[in-house]
């Protein structure tokens, strides 16, 4: 093989090699299983597909509690727990058999919230199709889904023992999401919105447009609609005394008050206050080597035998920046779960443990469209580039040139899908031109789209010039996280340079990314194509309509600014976007289902024609490793952020032995 | 005695202040740094409007003053204990130093008493037996030391800990003693950790010791006094450690002072491979996200641990050495 | 080997190894010592005097090594031995060493090791050698240092040698080497260091010690003045190899040895008084004119009937004694 | 003691020389590392592919053995390789490499192999060892995109064997310029060089490479990022030298020849460059030696952190970058072929270095530290 990835004439050859070899691939693995498949949904207990029952329902009337929780009741630090339980606490089925309560469960922080999971005003099943009843317990859409109305479970308490209310989502709403100074700019779907309070456990959201989406919200992030308000008010200039409250915060270091609250209500402090919560587990401590966690005495979940969870006392999560570490430990059984920051080209190692360290590796699916997404920046500041970049030419020629199967066996082991960046086969949207749109690998045309833009390599180097001879070089900025993304993009760039396309790449640290994503200064990033599943993406099609700005898309920032300050700031995109915008508008408010997809199809059928976004392999296998002492761990689960990837799987029913 | 201290503390003082001087370039290099980044950000957000918190930053950094008062103010908060804010982390950096900075001077420490447990006793052997077998032998393990680069080393010996000797991977601590009270078994587990650290920055160091150990005791062996004690009859061992060891050892208080620098940054560069909670890991980190501030204090502060070794290795000498003192 | 004989050294030879070959630097020297006489070695740098008294303590190191010879050693009362046939690590060798042939060094600033006390450096030897507590160790070092002139002795056992002037340290060099009352002292140019009055001081007393504790002594050094004031026999090197000796009158006054000659002749004013130290150049100078590039030869030495050796062809030798 | 006096005629070169020789280990270090800059140098011709060239049949394939016996022809003069039979185990997804005795590449010195660049110069398609084009050749195995450990060491050889050389340059450069005028000069320069040293000695070196280096910005070109990390490196080394020169000037300066040349009138650049540096040379040498190893170890702990040299870059400290986790020694140890390399060069250095200076210097070489 004389591979030759800088002259197009040797890499044409080398397609044929792979390609060849990529056939062989599949065919072994098709004897082990089918890739990217749907998961049997009775695979999980029929209960989770379902409104959880309650205790009353199951007639449970007897509850038992930990044993460390015993002795505090004992020793009077702690009330009975018929007084911490809600009214009719909510029973959840775990999926292999009644648990054992103790133990310190072993993970790393990144996988915090995996097993402490949210636990919001909604939740969803575990087929990410469904969205299920949580703290809300029903909720009503008024006739023109402009007024939601929501019923919160009686008797709900806060990890302090103070009560859920409906004062508890008005001060957030009126304090957190409309504050200037915590959000300075008000989301679109927040403008013009109120809300009231029917009763202590009733409360309505009215909005001047209709708003049949919310409830999405409410089971995706709920967490950020909701706070113990008595306690968070302590901590907010609305309610205690500005002076007063900036000179402790600044006594402490911080900048200001708004970093405080934030590092109150999100747990970002090193010491105590932290906000109560409604999740398994409260974090009880922090040190620069871990988190600690401890089970949460309110916990308003029990098993079907009237025993409140979480089973599971303790969580330590500790801090490991090095994700090669992370992957040792894990594959030497160090942790009792680990998933998110495990790598599917480590699967060798993990499987090793298997055999080693009595580890066990299910293999779980990533609900994203695509593992790697490319996007280069349409709004650059630097002419040239943004030049290039809106011209779909380029974009599709960037596509083409990528050898997507390759990527899929050299990475995946062949058990990805080449696609394109769009939703899940499952999706309401979904169809498979949009997935196989430019996706083919073909370097010829990519050739000759390029030779067409007058990209020609003047200087003989084999890298493309501007037309005025001016090198082109792109440097593309990204995180290594959650997708196998320094490998993908490793490849993309040997893929580029065989079509004389300069790439380059620049890891940098989060917080670089989000800063430097949002303030339009990336020439171009990478990341995974969630917001694949008809959960989010009717709500959140960023990859698609520039209509959000995060830390993870920076190919339209300034357009989506346009949108988002209705034409105050950024930039004013063209037509075709506006009419990207619109129907997405429109989506958000329709309450048609036919229309509704309609548009949505509209929007992907858009982004495959136009890339906006440039799609790898998707729908690929997620490593999660679980120790021989973790049980009640699906086997199989979907992976990804549109379902908070183990929400639906109820951590607090996994436990320990010893 | 004190005097002499005095003179010496005193002669820090500027010192410190032109590594200040140094650090602070250091935390206004970057192009794209973090605070610019965030500026950048809020504004793209629509933050043109001096909010609070775009206010409290820049006032925080002091980005509107000219240089020098910025210098000023930032060395005064510093001499202060206020080592600004991480923007990284949302937290002062106060809250996110000390421990860390405290578990690098042992590592630190650890690592420069084995390099000495290994390089002394090595030197004088490799000097006594001088182009012996020994002597080769050892030269070549030394060099072994020296050049296979840490980060491997550290790799290789968290497998072999790990598959040997069942060594949890990574940490200071096994998970279940990492936030105990200090106790036996907790001091026991930190030894269990400690060695792989230990050994990768002490054999780093170790020829490099070796070679001037033996070196300088071979110096001392033909300096006539040590003849003369010869002639006096003291036998060889005898002789050796009073003598020449006596000497070279000198040299060596004073590698407490060079090593030490060579020690962190070999302490920065393990404790990142083996995950240790010690100032490298956070000092990358705050480095890759342009966090200037919090890379800076942690430059600051390990300039002055190894000033202050430096110190310390002087006032040993003058302790050890009645001509230095009397200077 | 007679009873009147303490040290006979017999066909010596010293080499040392370089990377350019084997450096010959003593061509098979013997000579004989007299109990209880001083018996000087004179020579320029690099005749070989030092390496033979170096030999005769073993403390040639390497590149150098001894290769051939022997050195009869017979102490008072006890049967002769052969230094060189000793065991590196025998006993019997560090017996030697201090206690029965103590050394004297040329460098009073560099014998002593500057870390150590005084009294540390001078009770070494004593605790060395004899079976005494510390305390009579301390009583006997104070007591040498008393003896070799040393005021305040017990103070000053507590000090650093850089706190002595040179002569001071020399006077410690020398208590320390005589504190175990050695048969032999062996000196190896211990004045050259020293200031002109203190060179005289210092000769005076060894002069003084070695008749106090009955000592012989083989003393080393380049100038003939000192070997007038000090010596009874003169042993004259050159290049490694003895070109003549004799009692001092013998070899002083009536040289034989052109090379002797020179020597003298090099010397300016009267024996005994002593020629500034910067002048020394010019005086070997002086001794390489006088005689040319000379090669001294390597002829055998003959003995003469007045007991003297001198390394000449019979002829010349007959040619020197003819008045 | 005596000192040998008799060949006073043997030049102090040949002195040198002479002894230098005597060291049969720094003899080989010296000719091992000659080989492999000569290597280095020519990689476009000793490597069998370019650095970024990958195989997509051989991904993380372990090292080809090379036969000389074939089970049907027996014994050949000329060597050959088998192919790579793959499978995937699905039970530990590892990918199993075996021989495909039915694939034969015989290996062909000096053919015509996949084309490349020499120097940036002129095309060229010879190799010093190849396989014909239906094959493939990976005699230290591949690495997780298929690309030939064997030529990237080599292309990564010249990037890091470079380094060092044109950090120790440069280090030299500014040792010797700022020690030099220190010394030479004294009184408040001197005074002023000595403090600046001091407290650059006292920052951790790697901490400080660290914020430098990360301080580089992003967009620069490769070849950028090669530049400045050596001008990063030297930044802090020339300290070392700086300091042994200044003490050698202040003692040479009071010599008798330089008296007599500045008496003459020579200039004071005239007299460091014509009278004072040639006195000490040699030394400088030596520690120049001694210094490329540190240049070279310091490149890979960069490049490991990820603030050295970056892709598409190929040094070893970049190589290393990719073999630094458990998954490696356990399943691919072959990535870790580059840091064999390391380490020998890195000990030749030293040795090399360490007969230098024994030989420039025999009775002196001590004080080092």
Same mark, same amino acid.
């Given at each position: 093989?004389?591979?030759?990835?800088?002259?197009?004439?040797?890499?044409?050859?080398?397609?044929?090699?792979?390609?060849?070899?990529?056939?062989?691939?599949?065919?072994?693995?098709?004897?082990?299983?089918?890739?990217?498949?749907?998961?049997?949904?009775?695979?999980?207990?029929?209960?989770?597909?379902?409104?959880?029952?309650? =205790?009353?329902?199951?007639?449970? !009337?007897?509850?038992?509690?930990?044993?460390?929780?015993?002795?505090?009741?004992?020793?009077?630090?702690?009330?009975?727990?018929?007084?911490?339980?809600?009214?009719?606490?909510?029973?959840?089925?775990?999926?292999?058999?009644?648990?054992?309560?103790?133990?310190?469960?072993?993970?790393?922080?990144?996988?915090?919230?995996?097993?402490?999971?949210?636990?919001?005003?909604?939740?969803?099943?575990?087929?990410?199709?469904?969205?299920?009843?949580?703290?809300?317990?029903?909720?009503?859409?008024?006739?023109?889904?402009?007024?939601?109305?929501?019923?919160?479970?009686?008797?709900?308490?806060?990890?302090?023992?103070?009560?859920?209310?409906?004062?508890?989502?008005?001060?957030?709403?009126?304090?957190?999401?409309?504050?200037?100074?915590?959000?300075?700019?008000?989301?679109?779907?927040?403008?013009?919105?109120?809300?009231?309070?029917?009763?202590?456990?009733?409360?309505?959201?009215?909005?001047?447009? /209709?708003?049949?989406?919310?409830?999405?919200?409410?089971?995706?992030?709920?967490?950020?609609?909701?706070?113990?308000?008595?306690?968070?008010?302590?901590?907010?200039?609305?309610?205690?005394?500005?002076?007063? *409250?900036?000179?402790?915060?600044? #006594?402490?270091?911080?900048?200001?008050?708004?970093?405080?609250?934030?590092?109150?209500?999100?747990?970002?402090?090193?010491?105590?206050?932290?906000?109560?919560?409604?999740?398994?587990?409260?974090?009880?401590?922090?040190?620069?080597?871990?988190?600690?966690?401890?089970?949460?005495?309110?916990?308003?979940?029990?098993?079907?035998?009237?025993?409140?969870?979480?089973?599971?006392?303790?969580?330590?999560?500790?801090?490991?920046?090095?994700?090669?570490?992370?992957?040792?430990?894990?594959?030497?059984?160090?942790?009792?779960?680990?998933?998110?920051?495990?790598?599917?080209?480590?699967?060798?190692?993990?499987?090793?443990?298997?055999?080693?360290?009595?580890?066990?590796?299910?293999?779980?699916?990533?609900?994203?469209?695509?593992?790697?997404?490319?996007?280069?920046?349409?709004?650059?500041?630097?002419?040239?580039?943004?030049?290039?970049?809106?011209?779909?030419?380029?974009?599709?020629?960037?596509?083409?040139?990528?050898?997507?199967?390759?990527?899929?066996?050299?990475?995946?082991?062949?058990?990805? +899908?080449?696609?394109?960046?769009?939703?899940?086969?499952?999706?309401?949207?979904?169809?498979?031109?949009?997935?196989?749109?430019?996706?083919?690998?073909?370097?010829?045309?990519?050739?000759?789209?390029?030779?067409?833009?007058?990209?020609?390599?003047?200087?003989?180097?084999?890298?493309?010039?501007?037309?005025?001879?001016?090198?082109?070089?792109?440097?593309?900025?990204?995180?290594?996280?959650?997708?196998?993304?320094?490998?993908?993009?490793?490849?993309?760039?040997?893929?580029?340079?065989?079509?004389?396309?300069?790439?380059?790449?620049?890891?940098?640290?989060? #917080?670089?990314?989000?800063?430097?994503?949002?303030?339009?200064?990336?020439?171009? !990033?990478?990341?995974?194509?969630?917001?694949?599943?008809?959960?989010?993406?009717?709500?959140?099609?960023?990859?698609?309509?520039?209509?959000?700005?995060?830390?993870?898309?920076?190919?339209?920032?300034?357009?989506?600014?346009?949108?988002?300050?209705?034409?105050?700031?950024?930039?004013?995109?063209?037509?075709?976007?506006?009419?990207?915008?619109?129907?997405?508008?429109?989506?958000?408010?329709?309450?048609?289902?036919?229309?509704?997809?309609?548009?949505?199809?509209?929007?992907?059928?858009?982004?495959?024609?136009?890339?906006?976004?440039?799609? !790898?392999?998707?729908?690929?296998?997620?490593?999660?490793?679980?120790?021989?002492?973790?049980?009640?761990?699906?086997?199989?689960?979907?992976?990804?952020?549109?379902?908070?990837?183990?929400? =639906?799987?109820?951590?607090?029913?996994?436990?320990?032995?010893? | 005695?004190?005097?002499?201290?005095?003179?010496?503390?005193?002669?820090?003082?500027?010192?410190?202040?032109?590594?200040?001087?140094?650090?602070?370039?250091?935390?206004?290099?970057?192009?794209?740094?973090?605070?610019?980044?965030?500026?950048?950000?809020?504004?793209?957000?629509?933050?043109?409007?001096? +909010?609070?918190?775009?206010?409290?930053?820049?006032?925080?950094?002091?980005?509107?003053?000219?240089?020098?008062?910025?210098?000023?103010?930032?060395?005064?908060?510093?001499?202060?204990?206020?080592?600004?804010?991480?923007?990284?982390?949302?937290? /002062?950096?106060?809250?996110?130093?000390?421990?860390?900075?405290?578990?690098?001077?042992?590592?630190?420490?650890?690592?420069?008493?084995?390099?000495?447990?290994?390089?002394?006793?090595?030197?004088?052997?490799?000097?006594?037996?001088?182009?012996?077998?020994?002597?080769?032998?050892?030269?070549?393990?030394?060099?072994?030391?020296?050049?296979?680069?840490?980060?491997?080393?550290?790799?290789?010996?968290?497998?072999?800990?790990?598959?040997?000797?069942?060594?949890?991977?990574?940490?200071?601590?096994?998970?279940?003693?990492?936030?105990?009270?200090?106790?036996?078994?907790?001091?026991?587990?930190?030894?269990?950790?400690?060695?792989?650290?230990?050994?990768?920055?002490?054999?780093?160091?170790?020829?490099?010791?070796?070679?001037?150990?033996?070196?300088?005791?071979?110096?001392?062996?033909?300096?006539?006094?040590?003849?003369?004690?010869?002639?006096?009859?003291?036998?060889?061992?005898?002789?050796?450690?009073?003598? /020449?060891?006596?000497?070279?050892?000198?040299?060596?208080?004073?590698?407490?002072?060079?090593?030490?620098?060579?020690?962190?940054?070999?302490?920065?560069?393990?404790?990142?491979?083996?995950?240790?909670?010690? +100032?490298?890991?956070?000092?990358?980190?705050?480095?890759?996200?342009?966090?200037?501030?919090?890379?800076?204090?942690?430059?600051?502060?390990?300039?002055?641990?190894?000033?202050?070794?430096?110190?310390?290795?002087?006032?040993?000498?003058?302790?050890?050495? /009645?001509?230095?003192?009397?200077? | 080997?007679?009873?009147?004989?303490?040290?006979?050294?017999?066909?010596?030879?010293?080499?040392?190894?370089?990377?350019?070959?084997?450096?010959?630097?003593?061509?098979?020297?013997?000579?004989?010592?007299?109990?209880?006489?001083?018996?000087?070695?004179?020579?320029?740098?690099?005749?070989?005097?030092?390496?033979?008294?170096?030999?005769?303590?073993?403390?040639?190191?390497?590149?150098?090594?001894?290769?051939?010879?022997?050195?009869?050693?017979?102490? !008072?009362?006890?049967?002769?031995?052969?230094?060189?046939?000793?065991?590196?690590?025998?006993?019997?060798?560090?017996?030697?060493?201090?206690?029965?042939?103590?050394?004297?060094?040329?460098?009073?600033?560099?014998?002593?090791?500057?870390?150590?006390?005084?009294?540390?450096?001078?009770?070494?030897?004593?605790?060395?050698?004899?079976?005494?507590?510390?305390?009579?160790?301390?009583?006997?070092?104070?007591?040498?240092?008393?003896?070799?002139?040393?005021?305040?002795?017990?103070?000053?056992?507590?000090?650093?040698?850089?706190?002595?002037?040179?002569?001071?340290?020399?006077?410690?060099?020398?208590?320390?080497?005589?504190?175990?009352?050695?048969?032999?002292?062996?000196?190896?140019?211990?004045?050259?260091?020293?200031?002109?009055?203190?060179?005289?001081?210092?000769?005076?007393?060894?002069?003084?010690?070695?008749?106090?504790?009955?000592?012989?002594?083989?003393?080393?050094?380049?100038?003939?003045?000192?070997?007038?004031?000090? #010596?009874?026999?003169?042993?004259?090197?050159?290049?490694?190899?003895?070109?003549?000796?004799?009692?001092?009158?013998?070899?002083?006054?009536?040289?034989?040895?052109?090379?002797?000659?020179?020597?003298?002749?090099?010397?300016?004013?009267?024996?005994?008084?002593?020629?500034?130290?910067?002048?020394?150049?010019?005086?070997?100078?002086?001794?390489?004119?006088?005689?040319?590039?000379?090669?001294?030869?390597?002829?055998?030495?003959?003995?003469?009937?007045?007991?003297?050796?001198?390394?000449?062809?019979?002829?010349?030798?007959?040619?020197?004694?003819?008045? | 003691?005596?000192?040998?006096?008799?060949?006073?005629?043997?030049?102090?070169?040949?002195?040198?020389?002479?002894?230098?020789?005597?060291?049969?280990?720094?003899?080989?270090?010296?000719?091992?590392?000659?080989?492999?800059?000569?290597?280095?140098?020519?990689?476009?011709?000793?490597?069998?592919?370019?650095?970024?060239?990958?195989?997509?049949?051989?991904?993380?394939?372990?090292?080809?053995?090379?036969?000389?016996?074939?089970?049907?022809?027996?014994?050949?003069?000329?060597?050959?390789?088998?192919?790579?039979?793959?499978?995937?185990?699905?039970?530990?997804?590892?990918?199993?490499?075996?021989?495909?005795?039915?694939?034969?590449?015989?290996?062909?010195?000096?053919?015509?192999?996949?084309?490349?660049?020499?120097?940036?110069?002129?095309?060229?398609?010879?190799?010093?060892?190849?396989?014909?084009?239906?094959?493939?050749?990976?005699?230290?195995?591949?690495?997780?995109?298929?690309?030939?450990?064997?030529?990237?060491?080599?292309?990564?050889?010249?990037?890091?064997?470079?380094?060092?050389?044109?950090?120790?340059?440069?280090?030299?450069?500014?040792?010797?310029?700022?020690?030099?005028?220190?010394?030479?000069?004294?009184?408040?320069?001197?005074?002023?060089?000595?403090?600046?040293?001091?407290?650059?000695?006292?920052?951790?070196? *790697?901490?400080?490479?660290?914020?430098?280096?990360?301080?580089?910005?992003?967009?620069?070109?490769?070849?950028?990022?090669?530049?400045?990390?050596?001008?990063?490196?030297?930044?802090?080394?020339?300290?070392?030298?700086?300091?042994?020169?200044?003490?050698?000037?202040?003692?040479?300066?009071?010599?008798?020849?330089?008296?007599?040349?500045?008496?003459?009138?020579?200039?004071?650049?005239?007299?460091?460059?014509?009278?004072?540096?040639?006195?000490?040379?040699?030394?400088?040498?030596?520690?120049?030696?001694?210094?490329?190893?540190?240049?070279? *170890?310091?490149?890979?702990?960069?490049?490991?952190?990820?603030?050295?040299?970056?892709?598409?870059?190929?040094?070893?400290?970049?190589?290393?970058?990719?073999?630094?986790?458990?998954?490696?020694?356990?399943?691919?140890?072959?990535?870790?072929?580059?840091?064999?390399?390391?380490?020998?060069?890195?000990?030749?250095?030293?040795?090399?270095?360490?007969?230098?200076?024994?030989?420039?210097?025999?009775?002196?070489?001590?004080?080092?530290?």
């Amino acid at each position: 093989m004389r591979q030759g990835v800088r002259t197009t004439t040797a890499s044409t050859s080398a397609v044929v090699n792979c390609c060849h070899f990529t056939m062989v691939a599949l065919g072994l693995l098709a004897s082990f299983g089918t890739t990217a498949a749907e998961i049997d949904p009775a695979s999980w207990p029929a209960a989770w597909h379902q409104p959880m029952a309650t =205790a009353s329902e199951l007639g449970l !009337t007897h509850f038992q509690q930990a044993p460390m929780l015993a002795e505090q009741v004992a020793a009077g630090t702690l009330p009975p727990l018929q007084q911490r339980l809600p009214t009719d606490p909510v029973v959840l089925q775990p999926i292999n058999n009644i648990g054992q309560y103790g133990g310190t469960a072993r993970i790393f922080r990144s996988d915090w919230d995996k097993l402490n999971n949210l636990e919001g005003p909604l939740t969803v099943d575990p087929s990410a199709a469904k969205i299920l009843p949580n703290v809300i317990e029903r909720w009503e859409y008024s006739d023109n889904n402009q007024v939601l109305t929501l019923h919160i479970r009686e008797g709900l308490k806060w990890s302090d023992g103070s009560a859920v209310t409906a004062a508890d989502f008005i001060f957030y709403h009126q304090h957190v999401t409309l504050n200037t100074e915590l959000n300075p700019i008000t989301a679109p779907q927040w403008v013009g919105s109120q809300i009231t309070a029917i009763d202590d456990l009733s409360f309505r959201y009215e909005f001047p447009q /209709p708003f049949p989406l919310l409830i999405n919200i409410m089971a995706q992030i709920g967490d950020y609609m909701l706070a113990p308000s008595a306690f968070m008010q302590q901590f907010h200039p609305a309610f205690v005394d500005r002076t007063q *409250l900036l000179a402790s915060i600044y #006594a402490q270091g911080y900048v200001s008050w708004m970093s405080y609250f934030n590092a109150i209500l999100f747990w970002t402090r090193n010491s105590q206050p932290l906000a109560p919560t409604l999740r398994p587990y409260q974090m009880v401590e922090r040190t620069p080597i871990a988190e600690y966690y401890s089970r949460n005495p309110y916990y308003w979940k029990v098993d079907p035998e009237g025993n409140q969870l979480p089973y599971i006392d303790k969580i330590r999560a500790e801090v490991i920046d090095n994700a090669d570490v992370m992957a040792a430990k894990a594959s030497t059984g160090q942790v009792d779960f680990a998933a998110f920051e495990m790598k599917t080209q480590d699967f060798p190692l993990f499987k090793l443990g298997e055999k080693t360290a009595g580890i066990k590796v299910l293999v779980w699916h990533r609900i994203h469209g695509s593992d790697v997404i490319i996007m280069p920046n349409l709004t650059i500041d630097d002419s040239r580039l943004r030049t290039l970049f809106r011209d779909r030419r380029f974009r599709r020629a960037l596509s083409v040139a990528i050898n997507r199967d390759e990527m899929n066996s050299v990475i995946y082991f062949g058990r990805g +899908t080449p696609r394109q960046a769009t939703v899940i086969p499952t999706s309401r949207f979904y169809a498979q031109e949009f997935a196989q749109a430019f996706a083919q690998y073909d370097p010829a045309q990519a050739n000759s789209w390029l030779d067409e833009m007058g990209l020609i390599d003047v200087d003989g180097d084999g890298l493309r010039n501007f037309a005025d001879g001016e090198a082109l070089t792109i440097t593309l900025e990204y995180i290594d996280f959650e997708t196998p993304k320094n490998i993908s993009l490793e490849l993309v760039v040997s893929y580029w340079r065989a079509v004389g396309i300069d790439l380059r790449l620049k890891e940098v640290d989060q #917080a670089l990314q989000y800063n430097r994503a949002t303030g339009n200064l990336m020439q171009m !990033t990478a990341w995974h194509a969630d917001r694949s599943t008809d959960i989010l993406f009717p709500w959140q099609p960023q990859w698609y309509v520039p209509m959000h700005i995060g830390w993870e898309e920076a190919h339209w920032n300034s357009w989506s600014i346009y949108y988002l300050s209705g034409g105050a700031r950024g930039e004013q995109p063209p037509a075709e976007i506006i009419q990207l915008q619109d129907w997405w508008q429109e989506l958000t408010r329709s309450a048609e289902p036919a229309r509704v997809t309609e548009l949505g199809r509209n929007i992907l059928r858009s982004s495959a024609e136009n890339v906006w976004t440039i799609g !790898t392999v998707g729908l690929a296998p997620q490593p999660v490793i679980v120790s021989g002492r973790l049980h009640n761990v699906p086997a199989q689960g979907y992976w990804g952020w549109d379902n908070r990837w183990t929400m =639906a799987y109820h951590p607090a029913t996994w436990y320990l032995t010893q | 005695m004190s005097g002499f201290i005095l003179r010496r503390l005193l002669a820090m003082i500027p010192t410190l202040l032109i590594i200040s001087v140094i650090v602070f370039i250091l935390i206004q290099l970057p192009p794209g740094d973090i605070i610019s980044a965030t500026l950048a950000s809020l504004q793209q957000q629509g933050m043109e409007v001096s +909010t609070e918190q775009i206010a409290a930053l820049r006032a925080q950094y002091n980005l509107d003053d000219p240089m020098v008062v910025q210098y000023l103010r930032w060395i005064t908060h510093f001499v202060q204990g206020d080592l600004g804010y991480s923007i990284k982390y949302q937290q /002062p950096v106060n809250t996110l130093i000390w421990d860390r900075l405290g578990y690098t001077v042992l590592i630190a420490v650890a690592s420069l008493l084995f390099t000495w447990a290994l390089a002394i006793p090595i030197g004088i052997y490799s000097a006594v037996r001088q182009y012996g077998f020994g002597d080769y032998f050892f030269t070549v393990v030394g060099l072994l030391g020296l050049a296979i680069p840490n980060f491997m080393l550290a790799l290789i010996l968290m497998y072999c800990g790990y598959s040997w000797f069942g060594v949890s991977v990574g940490g200071l601590f096994s998970p279940e003693l990492a936030e105990a009270p200090w106790s036996s078994a907790k001091f026991m587990d930190l030894l269990k950790h400690i060695w792989i650290p230990m050994i990768v920055i002490g054999t780093a160091g170790t020829a490099s010791i070796m070679r001037v150990m033996r070196a300088n005791l071979l110096d001392e062996l033909s300096k006539p006094y040590v003849v003369t004690a010869r002639a006096k009859g003291v036998r060889p061992l005898k002789l050796i450690m009073k003598y /020449p060891v006596r000497i070279a050892i000198n040299p060596f208080i004073s590698t407490i002072g060079w090593l030490l620098p060579t020690l962190i940054s070999g302490e920065a560069i393990v404790s990142i491979v083996l995950n240790l909670p010690t +100032t490298g890991p956070l000092l990358l980190q705050a480095l890759l996200s342009q966090d200037m501030y919090l890379a800076g204090s942690f430059i600051m502060l390990l300039s002055i641990l190894t000033v202050l070794g430096m110190l310390l290795s002087d006032i040993l000498l003058a302790a050890l050495d /009645p001509r230095i003192r009397y200077e | 080997m007679s009873q009147e004989q303490i040290l006979s050294i017999n066909n010596l030879t010293v080499e040392f190894g370089s990377e350019l070959g084997t450096q010959t630097a003593l061509h098979g020297i013997s000579f004989v010592m007299q109990r209880g006489r001083t018996t000087a070695i004179v020579g320029e740098s690099g005749s070989g005097k030092s390496v033979t008294a170096y030999s005769t303590l073993r403390l040639i190191e390497a590149p150098g090594r001894i290769t051939a010879g022997e050195i009869l050693f017979r102490p !008072t009362g006890l049967p002769v031995f052969d230094i060189l046939a000793l065991r590196p690590d025998s006993d019997a060798l560090y017996n030697l060493r201090g206690n029965q042939i103590a050394m004297i060094f040329q460098e009073p600033m560099t014998a002593l090791s500057p870390v150590h006390t005084i009294g540390n450096q001078v009770m070494e030897a004593i605790l060395t050698h004899r079976p005494v507590g510390k305390a009579e160790a301390f009583m006997q070092a104070t007591d040498m240092l008393r003896r070799v002139g040393i005021n305040n002795a017990a103070e000053r056992m507590h000090q650093y040698p850089f706190e002595f002037s040179g002569g001071m340290r020399q006077r410690v060099v020398i208590a320390m080497a005589l504190v175990c009352q050695p048969e032999l002292l062996i000196c190896d140019e211990p004045t050259t260091a020293l200031d002109v009055t203190i060179q005289a001081e210092i000769l005076a007393l060894i002069r003084d010690l070695k008749d106090e504790f009955n000592s012989s002594v083989l003393f080393i050094t380049h100038d003939l003045g000192v070997v007038a004031q000090i #010596a009874d026999d003169v042993v004259v090197m050159h290049q490694g190899r003895i070109l003549e000796s004799g009692s001092v009158r013998q070899v002083l006054k009536s040289p034989l040895h052109p090379y002797t000659r020179g020597l003298l002749g090099a010397m300016p004013g009267l024996p005994g008084l002593q020629p500034r130290r910067h002048d020394k150049a010019r005086r070997l100078a002086t001794v390489n004119d006088s005689q040319g590039t000379t090669d001294f030869g390597q002829h055998p030495l003959i003995s003469l009937n007045d007991g003297r050796r001198v390394a000449l062809p019979q002829a010349k030798i007959d040619e020197a004694l003819k008045p | 003691m005596s000192s040998p006096q008799l060949l006073q005629d043997v030049s102090s070169a040949r002195l040198t020389w002479l002894r230098f020789k005597r060291h049969r280990l720094a003899l080989a270090s010296g000719i091992f590392l000659v080989v492999i800059y000569l290597t280095a140098g020519f990689c476009e011709f000793f490597a069998v592919y370019e650095p970024n060239s990958r195989n997509p049949r051989a991904i993380y394939a372990p090292p080809q053995q090379v036969h000389f016996i074939d089970p049907v022809e027996g014994f050949q003069l000329r060597p050959f390789v088998y192919g790579y039979h793959l499978t995937i185990n699905p039970d530990t997804w590892v990918r199993e490499y075996t021989e495909d005795h039915s694939q034969k590449f015989p290996l062909q010195f000096f053919a015509p192999g996949e084309a490349y660049q020499f120097w940036n110069l002129f095309g060229a398609s010879r190799h010093f060892v190849t396989v014909p084009d239906t094959g493939y050749l990976h005699l230290f195995g591949t690495d997780k995109l298929g690309r030939d450990i064997f030529s990237r060491v080599l292309y990564g050889a010249r990037i890091s064997l470079s380094l060092g050389l044109l950090g120790v340059a440069l280090t030299i450069v500014l040792g010797v310029l700022i020690g030099g005028l220190a010394g030479y000069l004294g009184g408040m320069v001197d005074n002023v060089i000595q403090r600046t040293i001091e407290v650059l000695q006292s920052i951790p070196t *790697l901490p400080l490479w660290m914020a430098l280096s990360a301080a580089l910005p992003p967009h620069w070109s490769p070849l950028g990022v090669y530049f400045g990390i050596i001008v990063i490196l030297s930044f802090i080394q020339w300290t070392g030298l700086a300091r042994v020169v200044r003490g050698r000037f202040l003692a040479l300066r009071e010599e008798d020849f330089v008296v007599a040349a500045r008496l003459l009138g020579a200039g004071r650049l005239r007299i460091i460059f014509r009278h004072l540096l040639p006195s000490f040379m040699s030394h400088i040498i030596t520690t120049a030696t001694l210094a490329i190893p540190g240049m070279i *170890l310091a490149e890979t702990a960069l490049s490991f952190l990820g603030v050295g040299l970056r892709a598409p870059i190929v040094s070893w400290g970049v190589l290393l970058q990719q073999a630094q986790n458990f998954q490696v020694i356990i399943l691919t140890p072959w990535l870790l072929i580059p840091g064999v390399f390391v380490v020998l060069v890195v000990i030749a250095f030293n040795l090399l270095g360490d007969g230098m200076r024994d030989a420039a210097d025999p009775y002196g070489g001590s004080n080092s530290a």
